[in-house]
């Protein structure tokens, strides 16, 4: 109900409308995509709180965390 009622205060039709006019929006601000160097990732893997991570159904050992910064920054 919740997405729809967004939908509805956009001036979409429906959620899947809501959605490709926010990605419409965005794309029409041409925010420039950061680029992160090496030692950006090394720094992002680091900080992350080992102990949040233990609500997480899957063990992330620090070299999948490296590698889901790359994929995401």
């Known amino acids: 109900m919740?997405?729809?009622d967004i939908a509805r205060a956009m001036g979409a039709k429906n959620k899947s409308d809501a959605v490709n006019e926010f990605d419409k929006f965005v794309k029409s601000?041409?925010?420039d995509m950061p680029k992160?160097?090496?030692e950006d990732?090394?720094?992002l893997s680091h900080s992350v709180n080992s102990v949040r991570l233990k609500n997480n159904p899957i063990k992330l050992e620090p070299d999948a965390i490296l590698e889901i910064y790359k994929q995401i920054v």
Do not use: D, H, P
């Open 2 to 4: 919740v997405f729809e």
């Open 29 to 31: 601000m041409n925010f």
């Open 36 to 38: 992160a160097k090496k």
């Open 41 to 43: 990732y090394s720094i």
